[in-house]
T-cell receptor, first 112, second 110 residues
Framework: NAGVTQTPKFRVLKTGQSMTLLCAQD?????MYWYRQDPGMGLRLIHY???????AKGEVPDGYNVSRLKKQNFLLGLESAAPSQTSVYFC???????????FGSGTRLTVV | KQEVTQIPAALSVPEGENLVLNCSFT??????LQWFRQDPGKGLTSLLL?????REQTSGRLNASLDKSSGRSTLYIAASQPGDSATYLC?????????FGTGTSLTVIP
């Protein structure tokens, strides 16, 4: 049972490039989330999904887009990467939204 | 907006000592509270989840308490070990998301 899997684990992008981060969960969870973690700021919610085909904005959504075409996958896209998007990105999932989170191991993204 | 504060930001203790990590939050209307552990360069591992109707949860050497009315939670670690060295994060669940503190970095000295 893999839980929540994030790919890739590391990535370096040049300013203006685009990329997609993949989050996959095998627990049949309804809710999925994308957070970013920056030093001294804690984890901040980017976007989330309450079920297949749904997405919603979190606290810091600008510069990111998401899609949830399949229940088990939640994709985070950066259309035109900026140095301010250098961060560690975490995906999490939850069955009911109120039963606690299961986290992936993170993606460390550097934008130069 | 919910604000979550963890004090102290860093803590260093000798092996075997009992210790308490503190978490405070500004809005008492929470659904639950979860404590996580994060090792350097790694993801978050769930330690304990306390539902809003509960006062405490225990797992092995860990005990977490919740006082919603005062906006406080504590994580008690008994008989600390070097393997407990990590950053401990507190998160409170609001309407649509968890709000995280910035963590307490714990070092247990052998």
């Amino acid at each position: 049972n893999a839980g929540v899997t994030q790919t890739p684990k590391f990535r370096v992008l040049k300013t203006g490039q685009s990329m997609t981060l993949l989050c996959a969960q095998d627990m049949n969870h309804e809710y999925m989330y994308w957070y970013r973690q920056d030093p001294g700021m804690g984890l901040r919610l980017i976007h989330y999904s309450v079920g297949e085909g749904t997405t919603a904005k979190g606290e810091v959504p600008d510069g990111y887009n998401v899609s949830r075409l399949k229940k088990q996958n939640f994709l985070l896209g950066l259309e035109s990467a900026a140095p301010s998007q250098t961060s560690v990105y975490f995906c999490a999932s939850s069955q009911t939204g109120y039963d606690g989170y299961t986290f992936g191991s993170g993606t460390r993204l550097t934008v130069v | 907006k919910q604000e979550v504060t963890q004090i102290p930001a860093a803590l260093s203790v000798p092996e075997g000592e009992n210790l308490v990590l503190n978490c405070s939050f500004t809005d008492s209307a929470i659904y639950n509270l979860q404590w996580f552990r994060q090792d350097p360069g790694k993801g978050l591992t769930s330690l304990l989840l306390i539902q809003s109707s509960q006062r405490e949860q225990t797992s092995g050497r860990l005990n977490a308490s919740l006082d919603k009315s005062s906006g406080r939670s504590t994580l008690y670690i008994a008989a600390s070990q070097p393997g407990d060295s990590a950053t401990y994060l507190c998160a409170v669940q609001g309407r649509s998301q968890f709000y995280f503190g910035t963590g307490t970095s714990l070092t247990v000295i052998p």
